[in-house]
């Protein structure tokens, strides 16, 4: 059975992303993370058939009032980052709500930020997308990504 991990700390886009993922993937299992902590403990623990990462993550799980801790808008650098040094084989897809990625000071596009992130990191990024609450054009591409990465 194919495994996905969503990283996503927002509740109403993680269920929108299961809800794309889940009408390609069918049958796989969805498992998800809600901060920086939660998918690196993912990422060390195994590698996945596909993952979905935000970029902008609270350093913590959200537990209670004020809990999470800090956001960290490249938190999904951070994890791009663990994953590299384990050599995690894991295909990734960043979706955000950012245009720009922040990588080592330079803003980049997001077309240009998927190659840069794969050469930087030597990691499978297949893509970044934008993504927006109230237009539906993220999803088509995100569903061609997940189909790529052979989910």
Do not use: H
């Amino acid at each position: 059975m194919k495994r996905l991990l969503i990283v996503e700390d927002d509740e109403y886009k993680a269920t929108d992303l299961i809800k794309t993922v889940g009408a390609v993937g069918g049958s796989a299992s969805i498992e998800r993370a809600a901060s920086v902590t939660s998918a690196l403990r993912f990422i060390n623990e195994s590698c996945f058939d596909l993952v979905v990462l935000d970029m902008s993550l609270p350093t913590f799980d959200i537990s209670g009032p004020g809990g999470g801790g800090s956001p960290q808008g490249q938190g999904g650098v951070e994890v791009l980052r663990l994953a590299s040094r384990l050599e995690n084989k894991s295909p990734f897809v960043v979706i955000t709500q950012y245009p720009d990625i922040e990588i080592d000071g330079t803003e980049m596009s997001l077309q240009s930020a998927a190659i840069e992130l794969t050469a930087k990191f030597r990691l499978r990024v297949l893509g970044c997308l934008l993504y927006e609450f109230d237009d539906d054009a993220w999803r088509a591409p995100l569903q061609n990504l997940i189909r790529t990465a052979g989910i």
